[in-house]
């Protein structure tokens, strides 16, 4: 703990300033024009080490601040409990949306092919399934859309 606090006359207004250990009884400040060189030196360097001393601290209770922490994370598994996977088809949406197109070389429109790859198997836990089925013709380049009947169709 910092030590007495002694005023120190500066100009026209009196400073106080901590100054070592209180169990250290007397200091060496003085009014600032009576101390001697080596006497600011020692003063200086008594300062250095309270305040080295003081940050080894605050960094010792820090990383026990860190621990306790993790200790609560891992209790109440909040913010760093891992979060539960996306279940994924055995079966990729393209490979049933291929099988399909395959199957009905005139083409289907979205909603047909999106009923016939959830007959196939194909589980999606989308409100509408059409927009993951548009997602995976417009990003599958062997699929094209015939723009006067909208319907898709294999590239020939």
Excluded: W
């Excluded at 020692?42 to 922490?69: F, G, H, M, Y």
């Excluded at 909040?78 to 055995?90: M, N, T, V």
């Excluded at 015939?146 to 169709?153: D, G, I, L, Q």
Aim: one cysteine or more.
């Amino acid at each position: 703990m910092i030590g007495s606090l002694q005023s120190i006359p500066t100009g026209d207004t009196l400073a106080r300033l901590p100054i070592g250990h209180a169990s250290r009884g007397t200091s060496l400040m003085a009014a600032p024009a009576t101390l001697s060189i080596p006497d600011m030196e020692r003063l200086l360097v008594e300062k250095t080490k309270r305040l080295e001393s003081l940050i080894e601290q605050r960094d010792k209770l820090q990383k026990q601040i860190k621990a306790l922490d993790r200790q609560i994370q891992d209790a109440a598994h909040l913010d760093g409990a891992p979060r539960p996977r996306r279940r994924r088809s055995k079966t990729p949406l393209r490979k049933f949306v291929l099988e399909a197109l395959e199957q009905n070389k005139e083409g289907l429109s979205i909603a047909e092919l999106t009923r016939q790859v959830l007959a196939a198997g194909y589980q999606s836990r989308s409100r509408r399934p059409e927009n993951v089925v548009h997602q995976c013709l417009y990003n599958t380049p062997a699929i094209e859309r015939n723009a006067k009947t909208k319907r898709y169709s294999l590239k020939k």
